[in-house]
């Protein structure tokens, strides 16, 4: 069984700082990993999707990697703003069979940034 | 295109009634997949839709259960509700494994 844990659960920076989310995952056999943010309350917006045969995607000011080796993505956010005050989920798609893919969230990292 | 639309917004119920919350998918989805989110917590899978059958489930009792319609809409019904039964209820569409979510339920079981 597939799990994900994101570190740290919560982060609080201040504004312009770079800073790095990480997401860990127990079985290597995925087939894409896809970072999303949720404002509270709110639902959730994609920012990167990496496919199982990617190293990393860029959007503007982040990027996310994927080591499969290691079990771990990265999400980077470059010059952090207020606005990406957020909360950020890392979710797995993966072959639990053959044919048969499952998805899993990890439980997110609250993330503030201080003006 | 409207995104992922679901209905209502916000939802009070009390303990024992049954409700049921609407997703319209993204145009052109044909995938539908549910999921409850507590407070502090990430989204848990309840099960997916295509093709107007339940395709994949995750560990949620048969008081939890679903339709598609032929327009790949969808519903989520909860009967006998319970107070741990209040959270965020996420539906999404799907086009080639990419996620899109909408804004959600607001479920409150009093």
């Known amino acids: 069984k597939q799990e994900v844990t994101q570190i740290p659960a919560a982060l609080s920076v201040p504004e312009g700082e770079n800073l790095v989310l990480n997401c860990s995952f127990t079985?290597?056999?995925?087939?894409?990993l896809q970072w999303f943010r949720q404002d509270p309350g709110k639902g959730l917006t994609s920012l990167l999707l990496?496919?199982?045969?990617?190293r990393e995607q860029t959007s503007g000011r982040l990027n996310a990697s994927l080591d499969k080796s290691s079990g771990r993505s990265t999400l980077y956010i470059a010059a952090s703003q207020p606005g990406d005050s957020a909360t950020y989920l890392c979710v797995l798609r993966y072959w639990v069979d053959t044919g048969r893919r499952a998805l899993t969230f990890g439980s997110g990292t609250r993330l503030q940034v201080q003006p | 295109d409207a995104g992922v639309t679901q209905s209502p917004t916000h939802l009070i119920k009390t303990r024992g009634q049954q409700v049921t919350l609407r997703c319209s998918p993204k145009?052109?989805?044909?995938?539908v997949s549910w999921y409850q989110q507590a407070l502090g917590q990430g989204p848990q899978f309840i099960f997916q839709y295509y093709e107007e059958e339940e395709r994949q489930r995750g560990n949620f009792p048969d008081r939890f259960s679903g339709h598609q319609f032929p327009n790949y809409s969808s519903e989520l019904n909860v009967n006998a509700l319970l107070l741990g039964d209040s959270a965020l209820y996420l539906c999404a569409s799907s086009f080639k494994n990419i996620q899109y979510f909408g804004a959600g339920t607001r479920l409150s079981v009093l």
């Open positions: 079985d290597s056999a995925i087939y894409n």
């Open positions: 990496i496919q199982s045969s990617q």
């Open positions: 145009s052109g989805h044909d995938t």
